[in-house]
């Protein structure tokens, strides 16, 4: 019996020298990809650093499966702030897939757009633009002129320019990518919306506000041709052509858009919603822009009076947040200035709620006949 123990025992370490060589890279690539889908990038790191040299001493350094490992270890960095480190990563993925599919290959776009991006971030300004059009090169050879992807990418490249205030080259791309849209999938795709609304943005970011119109009316004709004349979507294409009008001074042709606009986002969202605030503002200036101001003054203090609305539900909100660390000092004061505000509203509803939770914070501290007052003031609102 004694041998046998022994022999049990001296087989452990052989047992566990086994189990650490049969380590699986794959498994600690994906338990490192949890760890950064939870934004814990310190912790994923070395996983991902583990997985890539295991990978390479089973495959070699220029293995085409390496390529994931290595970009994802780039994205890593550059969630951490080293763009120097994830520059020199994605430079290696992407020579992987060079040597593997050849310059043009399309496998290289991905890594080809996120080193673009670690470029942008590191004021290397020419060198992320080289990248955003080696992309296009690339797609277009592969894909050819009417690939939907090679429209994405010409929006990627026209956003780019956009974000460097660079509007006339950003034009044409974002021109090409509508005309690729329109031409695999018709004139009234929902994909062309947000494009020619990026144009139209392109033109009122000059001030040069007559060639926006066109892509915004065909942004509204779209909505109302994909969802239907009373959806969000149409009310969000009319207050962007609402918002093009007002700004050339064209209040009369502004006023109906605006109208109509409020209509669909009130049956959305209900007439005493505090988003809807906006709406109503934009409908007010531009009824007083045309001195309509009978009109104008009741949707201002209807607005005002949503805002108010929602300005009380956040000082109630920080008063409970206040109560929950026991600062009861804080949240009296809170609970104070919120009701002062209510009682400035026509609604009783939002002045009782109020009431509560201020009694209920002065019954947690033990402040029973003045809750009770509270408590009485609440029986009489209507």
Known sequence: MLGFMKRTMALLPLLALTAFTQENPDEIRQQALALVAAGKYAEAEP???????????????????????????????????????????????????????????????????????????????????????????????????????LANDCVDLAMFYVSKKRYAVAEPNLRRAAQIIERRFGPVDRGLAPILDSLATVFIEQQNFVPAEAPLRRVVAIQESVYGPNHVSVATALDRLGMLFYLQKRYAEAEPLYKRSMGIWEAAMGPDNPELATTLENLAVVYAAQDKFAEAEPLYRRSLALRESMALGSMNNLALVLEGESDHAAAESQYKLAVRVAETMPDRTALKKTLENYAALLRRMKREPEARRLQQRMQVLK
């Open 47 to 149: 996983l991902l650093a583990r997985a890539l040299e295991m990978r390479e001493k089973q495959q070699g350094a220029d293995d085409p499966l390496l390529a994931p490992v290595i970009s994802e270890l780039a994205m890593v960095n550059r969630a951490e702030g080293r763009n120097a480190d994830a520059e020199k990563l994605y430079l290696r993925a992407l020579a992987i897939r060079q040597k593997a599919g050849g310059p043009d290959a399309v496998e290289l776009i991905p890594d080809l757009k996120l080193l673009a991006g670690v470029y942008n971030s590191m004021g290397r300004i020419p060198d992320a633009e080289r990248q955003y059009l080696q992309v296009i090169a690339n797609r277009f050879k592969a894909k050819g002129a009417d690939d939907p992807d």
